[in-house]
């Protein structure tokens, strides 16, 4: 287990559904009051709290299906992608949500803040009822989070989802390339499939919003740079 220095804010006690590299650092982070749930257990009905989902986005149904209706609002998603359109089709349109930027590189190895210097304050957000409790056990962790209103939080969910499909576009279009290789030799054609991926989703909410944190993502990819 990786030791953690304890900030002084009281970590809430949480659900974590998925034993995996993200469900295991956040649980690493708690106090021992946390319960850690396997995909495809179910979730404690009786156990007050946030459910920090981190699990694929495939597993999302199961998840679903494996929580009491009840603690639904209780559910906080860390997965990437735009989840809006399944979220309204559950009913869950105003669902707490985390954008991450850490990395963890193996199961049990200490998170990776995605702070650059062009980004000091970091880039993770969350958003929604339990936005306090997700950021104080990030900060317990040593990592950064921001709480972000609803339309904030859109909007920096949009940028992210442009720029990871770019990445992923020009990695599929380049075989064996890894994410530095992307960034570092492919930036004019990941720009290219970035600008026209920002002209199609550019509207109220991420107009004037996108090009802001063009160069922390960017140096954030290189703090991965070995990723495929």
């Known amino acids: 287990m990786i030791a953690f220095t304890m900030a002084t804010t009281r970590v809430v006690p ?3 559904i998925g034993r995996g590299r993200v ?31 981190c699990t694929r986005n495939d597993d999302l149904e199961a998840v679903l299906e ?16 735009m989840l809006e359109p399944w979220l309204q089709s559950k ?50 962790g040593g990592l950064s ?8 939080f859109q909007k920096q969910m949009l940028e992210k989802l442009i720029w990871i499909s770019a990445f ?3 990695g599929a279009r380049h075989p064996g390339a890894t994410v530095g290789t992307v960034e570092k030799e492919y930036r004019s054609e990941k720009s290219a499939k970035r600008n026209a991926g920002k002209a199609v989703l550019c509207n109220k909410k991420t107009s004037g ?20």
């Open 23 to 53: 469900g295991k650092a956040l649980h690493d982070m708690g106090n021992g009051e946390d319960v850690l749930v396997k995909r495809g257990e179910r979730v404690p009905l009786d156990f007050p709290g946030p459910i920090f989902v």
């Open 66 to 81: 494996a929580t009491p209706n009840s603690r639904w609002s209780d559910l906080v998603f860390l997965q990437n992608g």
């Open 209 to 228: 919003k996108l090009d802001r944190r063009k160069e922390s993502q960017g140096k954030y990819k290189l703090t991965l740079a070995e990723n495929p």
């Open 168 to 170: 992923m576009l020009v």
């Open 91 to 140: 009913g869950l349109g105003d669902a707490d949500q985390v954008l991450a930027y850490f990395a963890v590189a193996k199961l049990g190895d200490r998170p990776t803040d995605g702070k650059t210097d062009a980004n000091p304050e970091g880039l993770t957000a969350a958003y929604g009822k339990w936005a306090s409790a997700v950021a104080s056990r990030l900060h317990t």
């Open 14 to 16: 949480a659900v974590i």
């Open 145 to 152: 989070c921001k709480i972000l209103d609803k339309e904030g």
